[in-house]
């Protein structure tokens, strides 16, 4: 069975592998591009009163560099790895909807085109009301230009990507598990793969409710968040924070599940208290719904609920605290090698053990009111989504690229890489905890030499320089290893997990004979047997319809954005025409 | 597919499609949570008329409301007669629940006219503003569903649907049955319970 190439085999692709590529490559450009805008940001920042950056273009790139960083980049990366990897932990030839599955790509891909397309429009449009976009702020009288719609429509479409691909990983890994791979054997990254499709598919739904309502305040003149009419811009805050900490553990779940296979693999150790491991994770699931408020303890909601939600938020350390010992005890009296990817784990968990540590901080509501709004705050989210987040995704970048492409990223540069990345995260981050607690507000284009931060914030440019300057070598390092790195086989790192079993990259149907697993650990504990040959397999032909759908909704999308009614239609008639040929279309060949 | 979906070993032993759906409703749950949420937090805050007292139509929304939950017993009689294979009656029944939907939605649109009539637009006030969005995201919904039941109808009339097809008609019947129940929720603090 040869693979299909040429354009048109990638534009209607269903195969999860080549889906998972395409997020994982999309998504690795928007990752520099938000990089870029953050190395903006340190570069009018690394001098007080700067005039390199105006406060509007400042406003707009902190803006996109949020949004970006977490809807864009963040995200889908942690997707590409649900794409890739999960049917192949399972012991599944596909996702349980392949078509949804491209339908999930193309929306995320043409959402995050049409928000960023503001940066083209002249005078360059961007929106620039921070990534929660707070009320009245968002609104028509203080933000009268395209700025906020192009976020807010943006936002709602990257939103339906989301939804559907939770939709089709819940079904996926509930329902197409290998024989024998019971869920308490299921591998940790695919079970955080679940944890988080929950989250989504639940959290998801409350912001789309925000953004249309914000929408209706801006298009049709309603009031929902305007308090001249008896609205309440609180309204705004609490809708968007009971999505936006769900969303915190959406972005830390999936690096969780990734170091949770890399600390095992290079212990040569199974994952030191699997059961609790898992538990722990289903738990901050749970408990990730009910701690929003304490993103709102200085909007003044009064004593009993700061109480409530700082002992809910105090509360959720603890399984995030199990699980960090969990991780210690794996690597305790195991055969370590310290590869490329299991630095990048090991640096997941001593840096999000300090963001997490910060984060406790905030939980008393009066440490909390110093610490709203300066960049300590700023400090401890990025020693979470950065030190934590994508340290957890490069660990998977190094660890599963041998599977994806067939040949190795070089160790050499990979560990260069590495500590550019580690020191560089330190010294861009570490100091904004003393520049925050020195009273450095947030979200100001510059700031006095009179505050006596100027050193420090000299520094932090510095850090971020270096982590451009990892970048670029982790960019070359995936340049060379297309003619260089060594060929990988199926299993270089003696990994225990089924997506080992079987050749790098892995052929179009995934498995010969799909699997019978007996262990949490199948390879460690049976070595592949020599397969039979394969009868007919079949395999999902490609669909341009998936595509076709999603193009209906940034078209749709145009209508707020120009005030014109009828694109409305022409959009939604898009949408309708692809997702009736979607219906009736044969599928499999 | 369905006779592939009961053939295709599963680990739940649950159709695919049909997990899926009910992953979908539980996600429309929470989307329509938030709507009633927001509503319920925004009851009696508008700052000026109309108020619910004085313009909710209770009598003419209970003969749609019937209306509405008819059609569901109609889906449910659709869906038997499918499985077993009757699909005269199929056909009956599928276009009954079209037209039960399409008879609430005039229903709606009736009702939204006489309001904006009397006053009470979209941007007139609080209520305005929570009212229209949550019914009118409901309607829309339902609206959906008339084109879902439509296309079975007119594919059962082609003779393309037939027991095999069950599951399908299923899965619609679990959006129908939905869309009902919020609308039960919805009527119920909406219009019986108004402040």
Same mark, same amino acid.
């Given at each position: 069975?040869?693979?299909?190439?040429?354009?048109?085999?990638?534009?209607?692709?269903?195969?999860?592998?080549?889906?998972?590529?395409?997020?994982?490559?999309?998504?690795?450009?928007?990752?520099?591009?938000?990089?870029?805008?953050?190395?903006?940001?340190?570069?009018?920042?690394?001098?007080?009163?700067?005039?390199?950056?105006?406060?509007?273009?400042?406003?707009?790139?902190?803006?996109?560099?949020?949004?970006?960083?977490?809807?864009?980049?963040?995200?889908?990366?942690?997707?590409?790895?649900?794409?890739?990897?999960?049917?192949?932990?399972?012991?599944?030839?596909?996702?349980?909807?392949?078509?949804?599955?491209?339908?999930?790509?193309?929306?995320?891909?043409?959402?995050?085109?049409?928000?960023?397309?503001?940066?083209?429009?002249?005078?360059?449009?961007?929106?620039?009301?921070?990534?929660?976009?707070?009320?009245?702020?968002?609104?028509?009288?203080?933000?009268?230009?395209?700025?906020?719609?192009?976020?807010?429509?943006?936002?709602?479409?990257?939103?339906?990507?989301?939804?559907?691909?939770?939709?089709?990983?819940? !079904?996926? /890994? *509930?329902? +197409?598990? %290998?024989? &024998?791979?019971?869920?308490?054997? $299921?591998?940790? =990254? @695919?079970?955080?793969? #679940?944890?988080?499709?929950?989250?989504?598919?639940?959290?998801?739904?409350?912001?789309?409710?925000?953004?249309?309502?914000?929408?209706?305040?801006?298009?049709?003149?309603?009031?929902?968040?305007?308090?001249?009419?008896?609205?309440?811009?609180?309204?705004?805050?609490?809708?968007?924070?009971?999505?936006?900490?769900?969303? !915190?553990? /959406? *972005?830390? +779940?999936? %690096?969780? &599940?990734?170091?949770?296979?890399? $600390?095992?693999? =290079? @212990?040569?150790?199974? #994952?030191?208290?699997?059961?609790?491991?898992?538990?722990?994770?289903?738990?901050?699931?749970?408990?990730?719904?009910?701690?929003?408020?304490?993103?709102?303890?200085?909007?003044?909601?009064?004593?009993?609920?700061?109480?409530?939600?700082?002992?809910?938020?105090?509360?959720?350390?603890?399984?995030?605290?199990?699980?960090?010992?969990?991780? *210690?005890?794996?690597?305790?009296? &195991?055969?370590?090698?310290?590869?490329?990817?299991?630095?990048?784990?090991?640096?997941?968990?001593?840096?999000?053990?300090?963001?997490?540590?910060?984060?406790?901080?905030?939980?008393?509501?009066?440490?909390?009111?110093?610490?709203?709004?300066?960049?300590?705050?700023?400090?401890?989210?990025?020693?979470?989504?950065?030190?934590?987040?994508?340290?957890?995704?490069?660990?998977?970048?190094?660890?599963?690229?041998?599977?994806?492409?067939?040949?190795?990223?070089?160790?050499?540069?990979?560990?260069?890489?590495?500590?550019?990345?580690?020191?560089?995260?330190?010294?861009?981050?570490?100091?904004?905890?003393?520049?925050?607690?020195?009273?450095?507000?947030?979200?100001?284009?510059?700031?006095?030499?009179?505050?006596?931060?100027?050193?420090?914030?000299?520094?932090?440019?510095?850090?971020?320089?270096?982590?451009?300057?990892?970048?670029?070598?982790?960019?070359?390092?995936?340049?060379?290893?297309?003619?260089?790195?060594?060929?990988?086989?199926?299993?270089?790192?003696?990994?225990?997990?089924?997506?080992?079993?079987?050749?790098?990259?892995?052929?179009?149907?995934?498995?010969?004979?799909?699997?019978?697993?007996?262990?949490?650990?199948?390879?460690?504990?049976?070595?592949?047997?020599?397969?039979?040959?394969?009868?007919?397999?079949?395999?999902?032909?490609?669909?341009?319809?998936?595509?076709?759908?999603?193009?209906?909704?940034?078209?749709?999308?145009?209508?707020?954005?120009?005030?014109?009614?009828?694109?409305?239609?022409?959009?939604?008639?898009?949408?309708?025409?692809?997702?009736?040929?979607?219906?009736?279309?044969?599928?499999?060949? | 597919?369905?006779?592939?979906?009961?053939?295709?070993?599963?680990?739940?032993?649950?159709?695919?499609?049909?997990?899926?759906?009910?992953?979908?409703?539980?996600?429309?749950?929470?989307?329509?949570?938030?709507?009633?949420?927001?509503?319920?937090?925004?009851?009696?805050?508008?700052?000026?008329?109309?108020?619910?007292?004085?313009?909710?139509?209770?009598?003419?929304?209970?003969?749609?409301?019937?209306?509405?939950?008819?059609?569901?017993?109609?889906?449910?009689?659709?869906?038997?007669?499918?499985?077993?294979?009757?699909?005269?009656?199929?056909?009956?029944?599928?276009?009954?629940?079209?037209?039960?939907?399409?008879?609430?939605?005039?229903?709606?649109?009736?009702?939204?006219?006489?309001?904006?009539?009397?006053?009470?637009?979209?941007?007139?006030?609080?209520?305005?503003?929570?009212?229209?969005?949550?019914?009118?995201?409901?309607?829309?919904?339902?609206?959906?569903?008339?084109?879902?039941?439509?296309?079975?109808?007119?594919?059962?009339?082609?003779?393309?649907?037939?027991?095999?097809?069950?599951?399908?008609?299923?899965?619609?019947?679990?959006?129908?049955?939905?869309?009902?129940?919020?609308?039960?929720?919805?009527?119920?603090?909406?219009?019986?319970?108004?402040?």
């Amino acid at each position: 069975m040869s693979e299909p190439t040429g354009l048109k085999s990638w534009l209607t692709t269903t195969d999860h592998k080549r889906i998972g590529k395409l997020y994982f490559w999309t998504a690795f450009v928007f990752f520099l591009l938000g990089g870029f805008e953050a190395l903006l940001i340190r570069a009018q920042l690394a001098k007080p009163d700067n005039t390199l950056i105006s406060a509007d273009t400042y406003n707009q790139l902190f803006t996109m560099h949020g949004t970006t960083m977490v809807f864009m980049a963040l995200m889908p990366l942690a997707a590409a790895f649900f794409n890739y990897i999960v049917p192949l932990q399972i012991g599944a030839r596909d996702v349980a909807f392949p078509r949804l599955n491209a339908f999930s790509y193309w929306v995320f891909l043409l959402g995050a085109l049409f928000m960023n397309a503001s940066w083209l429009l002249p005078h360059h449009p961007a929106p620039d009301g921070g990534w929660f976009g707070y009320a009245t702020l968002t609104e028509k009288q203080f933000n009268p230009g395209p700025n906020i719609d192009f976020w807010l429509l943006g936002l709602q479409i990257l939103g339906i990507a989301s939804l559907a691909a939770g939709f089709n990983f819940i !079904v996926t /890994i *509930l329902n +197409l598990r %290998a024989p &024998g791979m019971k869920m308490m054997r $299921l591998p940790v =990254f @695919s079970w955080m793969t #679940l944890v988080t499709s929950f989250l989504m598919i639940t959290a998801f739904p409350v912001i789309t409710v925000a953004l249309v309502f914000l929408m209706f305040d801006r298009v049709f003149g309603t009031h929902f968040y305007l308090p001249q009419a008896g609205g309440d811009p609180v309204l705004w805050q609490h809708l968007f924070w009971l999505f936006g900490h769900p969303e !915190v553990y /959406i *972005l830390i +779940l999936p %690096a969780m &599940g990734v170091i949770s296979e890399v $600390l095992p693999t =290079f @212990s040569r150790k199974p #994952l030191f208290g699997y059961t609790v491991v898992v538990y722990s994770g289903v738990l901050i699931g749970f408990m990730g719904w009910g701690v929003w408020s304490h993103h709102m303890f200085s909007v003044g909601l009064g004593p009993i609920a700061d109480s409530v939600f700082a002992l809910t938020t105090m509360l959720i350390a603890i399984p995030t605290g199990v699980k960090i010992f969990n991780w *210690l005890a794996t690597l305790w009296g &195991g055969q370590i090698r310290l590869t490329t990817a299991m630095c990048f784990a090991l640096g997941f968990i001593a840096l999000f053990t300090i963001g997490g540590l910060s984060g406790v901080t905030h939980a008393a509501p009066p440490a909390d009111l110093q610490q709203t709004d300066t960049y300590y705050v700023v400090a401890h989210f990025h020693y979470v989504l950065f030190g934590g987040t994508m340290m957890g995704l490069f660990a998977g970048m190094y660890y599963w690229w041998p599977k994806m492409t067939g040949r190795l990223l070089s160790e050499r540069l990979g560990l260069v890489h590495f500590w550019l990345m580690f020191i560089g995260m330190n010294l861009t981050f570490f100091p904004m905890h003393l520049i925050g607690l020195l009273g450095m507000p947030r979200r100001i284009y510059t700031y006095s030499h009179d505050l006596g931060v100027d050193s420090m914030n000299l520094l932090c440019s510095i850090g971020a320089a270096m982590l451009g300057l990892g970048m670029v070598v982790f960019v070359y390092n995936m340049w060379r290893t297309r003619r260089h790195g060594a060929v990988a086989g199926p299993n270089p790192w003696g990994g225990a997990t089924l997506e080992w079993s079987i050749p790098s990259p892995p052929p179009v149907h995934n498995f010969d004979v799909i699997p019978t697993v007996t262990s949490r650990v199948p390879l460690w504990d049976a070595p592949p047997k020599p397969a039979p040959p394969p009868g007919h397999i079949h395999v999902p032909a490609g669909s341009w319809w998936p595509m076709v759908a999603a193009a209906g909704l940034p078209v749709m999308a145009l209508a707020p954005l120009t005030h014109t009614v009828w694109i409305v239609f022409v959009g939604a008639a898009i949408l309708l025409f692809g997702i009736y040929r979607w219906a009736f279309e044969p599928f499999e060949v | 597919m369905t006779h592939a979906a009961a053939t295709h070993h599963t680990s739940m032993g649950l159709d695919s499609r049909k997990m899926g759906f009910w992953a979908f409703i539980g996600s429309e749950c929470l989307l329509f949570g938030s709507l009633i949420s927001t509503y319920l937090v925004y009851q009696g805050r508008s700052v000026s008329g109309p108020t619910p007292a004085e313009i909710l139509n209770i009598p003419v929304t209970s003969i749609s409301t019937f209306d509405l939950l008819m059609s569901s017993l109609w889906m449910v009689l659709a869906l038997a007669a499918v499985q077993r294979g009757d699909m005269k009656w199929a056909k009956v029944w599928l276009l009954g629940v079209a037209i039960g939907g399409a008879i609430f939605i005039g229903f709606q649109v009736y009702e939204f006219t006489s309001f904006v009539r009397e006053g009470l637009t979209l941007q007139a006030n609080l209520f305005g503003c929570t009212f229209f969005i949550l019914t009118g995201t409901h309607g829309a919904h339902v609206t959906v569903g008339v084109l879902w039941m439509l296309t079975l109808w007119y594919r059962a009339m082609r003779g393309k649907l037939g027991p095999e097809h069950a599951m399908t008609v299923e899965i619609a019947g679990l959006y129908w049955h939905f869309v009902d129940v919020v609308w039960i929720v919805i009527f119920t603090l909406v219009y019986l319970l108004h402040k």
